[in-house]
């Protein structure tokens, strides 16, 4: 099994560029396939996981799963919504999941629940055994449910609003697309707070997803997460 630092949650890509997690280790289960499949087996070690969770149909949330389908028994959740998207409501491994309705991977139970983001059914899980729980959501504009005994948050940390507003300020990114990253992705801001209002007495790591680089500095992950430094993952 690949784990850089023995943690449940390994980061093997993370960007607007391609997502792909893997999380827990009995079963391992793949959360996006946004990595090309050939970059995918590498990072694995050509061990593809037998479950594959998916948030929503972007490309860089979803690239490789036409060819993980072909060449992997691999089983697929996702929402009806997003299955469409892609193309795969005929697959029999498919395993559609909606908002609120837990089910069990073996020991996991999976938790999904609804995000905000211009895709057809967009999805966020908590995953969960009797050791850890992880808060998995990327790409949505905020968190609207408080979950309680979190020890892992994965989640999104798209742009700051400083960065973002001097950006459109300079004109380096038109004011319409500013809006709709702030209406579709999650701010460092927005995310800080989400982590200030839940119960943390069990809370080990947060790991900073879907990181635009240029609407987000390093200084500003630094001072907004002072509080959380010794936690975050980037
Ligand atoms: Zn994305
Ligand atoms: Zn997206």
Do not use: W
């Amino acid at each position: 099994m690949i784990s850089y630092h023995n943690s449940p949650v390994n980061v093997l890509a993370s960007s607007s560029d391609a997502n792909s997690i893997v999380c827990a280790s009995n079963p391992q289960i793949l959360l996006d396939a946004g990595l090309l499949y050939k970059k995918l087996l590498k990072k694995l070690e050509f061990n593809i996981p037998k479950h594959c969770l998916i948030t929503h149909e972007h490309k860089d949330h979803s690239n490789a799963i036409q060819d993980i389908i072909k060449h992997t028994p691999i089983n697929i959740y996702t929402s009806q919504g997003t299955a469409e998207k892609i193309g795969i409501t005929k697959y029999h491994r498919l395993h559609i999941c909606k908002h609120n309705t837990p089910f069990k991977i073996e020991n996991i139970t999976i938790t999904p629940f609804e995000t905000i983001h211009d895709a057809k059914e967009p999805l966020g899980f908590v995953i969960e055994t009797d050791k850890m729980k992880i808060l998995f959501a990327v790409d949505t504009a905020y968190l609207k449910y408080n979950i309680r005994n979190l020890t892992h948050i994965a989640a999104e940390c798209n742009y700051d609003i400083e960065t973002l507003k001097e950006k459109v300020k300079q004109k380096k990114i038109n004011f319409t697309l500013a809006k709709r990253i702030t209406q579709t992705h999650q701010s460092a801001e927005e995310l800080k707070i989400y982590i200030d209002k839940i119960d943390k007495s069990r809370l080990k790591e947060i790991h900073l997803l879907h990181k635009s680089n240029n609407n987000l500095s390093d200084k500003k992950v630094e001072q907004i997460f002072k509080k959380y430094k010794e936690i975050i993952y980037e």
